[in-house]
């Protein structure tokens, strides 16, 4: 089955810095790769997500890139607020099959 | 009104206590799912509902029971749990397969 792996376990950056995350996958057949944000005491929210047909997607200041070849994809959040303060998950789908990194613990340090 | 509904959103039971968790989307989505999310380890798929049947299983113990009487209601029947069990349940909802989850906020199951 899929493998997902997520780097670092723990980020603390300061308020206005860029923050990146890093995941690999194992299973070429993954064609989905969405990243959630967990704030305490709530599930998991998407933030962004690729496919494997596009390299790169933007939105505001998050972006994710996707590299198909080494299987690995990363979420890039740019100018980190208090507010980005949170535990953020990347995943690999397959079908109905969703395959979730162990997460990333953001502190964005005022 | 939210996405996707969750309750109760605490509960805590005895391992002979017979209890259900609830889900409700009011997303119109297809798809519903059963996530299991501990401490230090990645989201584990338990169940998967696709128009109301059941398409996965991820070797999920039979003391969790799922039932989805229709694409809007999903249902985790729970009996004779075991303390690892203790865990936050999350469910989600998706208009299909391959398409963004929502999840629910979750329901923080402690067993005793």
């Known amino acids: 089955g899929e493998n997902v792996e997520q780097h670092p376990s723990t980020l603390s950056v300061q308020e206005g810095d860029s923050a990146v995350i890093k995941c690999t996958y194992s299973?070429?057949?993954?064609?989905?790769f969405p990243w959630y944000k967990q704030e305490l005491g709530k599930g998991p929210q998407l933030i962004i997500d690729i496919r494997s047909n596009v390299g790169e997607k933007k939105d505001q200041r998050i972006a994710v890139t996707l590299n198909k070849t080494a299987k690995h994809f990363s979420l890039h959040i740019t100018e980190t607020q208090p507010e980005d303060s949170a535990v953020y998950f990347c995943a690999a789908s397959i079908g109905n099959q969703f395959y979730f990194g162990t997460g990333t613990s953001l502190t964005v340090i005022p | 009104e939210t996405g996707v509904t969750q309750t109760p959103r605490h509960l805590v039971m005895g391992m002979t206590n017979k209890k259900s968790l609830k889900c409700e989307q009011h997303l119109g989505h297809n798809a519903m799912y059963w996530y299991k999310q501990s401490a230090k380890k990645p989201l584990e798929l338990m169940f998967v509902y696709n128009f109301k049947e059941q398409t996965e299983n991820n070797s999920v113990p039979s003391r969790f029971s799922p039932e989805c009487p229709n694409s809007s209601h999903l249902f985790l029947h729970l009996h004779t749990l075991q303390p690892e069990d203790s865990a936050l349940y999350l469910c989600a909802s998706s208009q299909d397969s391959n398409q963004p989850q929502h999840f629910g906020d979750g329901t923080r199951l402690s067993i005793l």
């Open positions: 299973d070429s057949a993954s064609n989905y």
